[in-house]
């Protein structure tokens, strides 16, 4: 059985860093999507990212280019997400998501079968 387990988020101050962590377990090999969406109050999912564990390429949403960005442990099976300059309205619930596959660079939430419980992200001004 497939599990994600994220973590990391909190309270920060507009202009802070934070990094999240999101550690998957149960696949039996290296060819999956690791993501991240978020979800703002009163408003729908957003993709943030995705990275290929098969070659660590990572595709980020326009909208974070620049103060996002991932990285990944592969022995740890986990995968960071560092948030820079955070802003109130990144004040989110941050999602951990997978997909099995090599290759898949898009932000469709259908076309992610496993969901972690998720971590509030919350910016004060």
């Known amino acids: 059985e497939v599990q994600l387990q994220a973590s990391g988020g909190g309270v920060v101050q507009a202009g802070g860093s934070l990094k999240l962590s999101c550690t998957a377990s149960g696949f039996t090999h290296d060819d999956y999507i690791i993501g991240w969406f978020r979800q703002a109050p009163g408003k729908e999912r957003e993709g943030v990212s995705c990275?290929?564990?098969?070659?660590?390429?990572?595709y980020y949403a326009d909208s974070v280019k620049g103060r996002f960005a991932v990285s990944s442990d592969n022995a740890k099976n986990t995968v960071y997400l560092q948030i820079n300059r955070l802003k109130p309205e990144d004040t989110a619930i941050f999602y951990c998501?997978?997909?099995?596959?090599?290759?898949?660079?898009?932000?469709?939430?259908?076309?992610?079968?496993?969901w972690g419980r998720g971590t509030l992200v919350t910016v004060s001004s």
């Open positions: 998501v997978a997909r099995t596959g090599r290759y898949y660079y898009g932000f469709s939430p259908n076309e992610y079968d496993y």
């Open positions: 990275t290929s564990r098969t070659n660590g390429y990572t």
